[in-house]
């Protein structure tokens, strides 16, 4: 059970795969089909449920003596999710899809690393602490959606500020750490708050990192989560542009540089720098180590089984209504 993560108690889904088996059972006993192509149906029943059975068990790889590289850097993303990342003029399609592929760039450019990713739209929320669990980070980048335009209520800058100070306070509790920062944004700034802020404070936690900007100054119109265009009014569409004042001003206070993000943009040099600046050792660790879920391996077989039940019921339909119809047919003539 150690490399299971069902996602429902193991005997809640035993129960109700034996029910389902039971069904299948009864159907076969039942069936007026011939008994050969009845217990090819009752076969590919039972492997359908015997696969998904599997599948939800979601089974887990695990290895033993991996070979592990350790480092001493704490790798910060906070990662701007307001309904502006979803304008048009990034340098792929949307401003969040570029941002997300640099996530995924930095995180294989810094191996060994801790990451956190904290995301910010009206309030800031600790996606994930510090950790080496890279798939976690990757799936949660990658799922992310537009948020809900009607709790909307303006963007501010600083909204992730305490977490942030909070992240970089318990990193610098550690022993010889190097704390490196990723702010991802468009910079810009909705609120009608226009009460001043600064993150020069935090920047003697800051040992490296960037500022990273999406968006151009013409702008770019945007879709909501349901995937319809954002009108600023009536009959406008809503127009989103980048702010680089709001972003160099947030460099400037946590000591990084800026980075306007286009698709000529390489971080090879600044990964560089940090991995040089870094301590990393290999070891052999000798405990469990678990490489995430692998029973997407299953899923072909489960949607093959799946297509051959559907294709039977299409066929068996259509041999139906065709009995039918001779039957039919006989009754009139005679």
């Excluded at 041999?319 to 119809?325: D, M």
Aim: hydrophobic share 40%; net charge negative; glycine share 6%.
């Amino acid at each position: 059970m150690r490399n299971l993560n069902p996602v429902f108690p193991v005997p809640a889904l035993i129960a109700a795969f034996s029910v389902a088996l039971l069904i299948v059972l009864f159907a076969w006993i039942r069936s007026r089909e011939s008994r050969i192509r009845s217990t090819f149906a009752l076969i590919r029943r039972a492997a359908i449920l015997a696969l998904s059975f599997v599948i939800a068990l979601r089974p887990m790889k695990e290895e033993h003596g991996t070979d592990v590289r350790l480092s001493n850097t704490d790798v910060l993303f906070v990662l701007d999710t307001t309904l502006s990342m979803w304008a048009d003029d990034g340098p792929r399609s949307t401003r969040i899809r570029a941002a997300q592929d640099d996530i995924m760039e930095i995180m294989e450019g810094l191996p060994g690393a801790n990451f956190a990713l904290i995301t910010f739209q009206n309030e800031s929320t600790v996606a994930a602490p510090f950790t080496q669990d890279v798939e976690t980070i990757r799936r949660y980048v990658k799922t992310l959606k537009a948020p809900n335009k009607g709790y909307v209520t303006g963007s501010r800058m600083d909204v992730p500020y305490y977490d942030i100070e909070s992240m970089l306070i318990s990193s610098d509790r550690k022993e010889n750490r190097q704390i490196i920062v990723f702010f991802l944004s468009d910079g810009e700034d909705t609120s009608l708050d226009d009460t001043p802020y600064s993150y020069e404070a935090l920047g003697e936690f800051v040992d490296g990192g960037a500022v990273i900007g999406y968006g151009t100054e013409k702008g770019g119109s945007m879709l909501d989560n349901y995937g319809l265009v954002v009108y600023s009014s009536e009959w406008d569409v809503g127009v989103s542009r980048i702010d680089e004042d709001n972003l160099e001003n947030i460099a400037d206070g946590l000591g990084v540089e800026y980075i306007h993000r286009d698709k000529s943009t390489l971080y090879s040099k600044l990964l560089e720098e940090i991995m040089e600046d870094s301590g990393t050792v290999t070891e052999r660790n000798s405990e469990y180590t678990y490489f995430g879920d692998t029973y997407y391996k299953y899923t072909p077989y489960l949607a093959a089984l799946l297509a051959l039940e559907l294709l039977a019921g299409i066929r068996n339909n259509a041999w139906t209504r065709k009995k039918h119809g001779r039957k039919i047919t006989k009754e009139k003539a005679e």
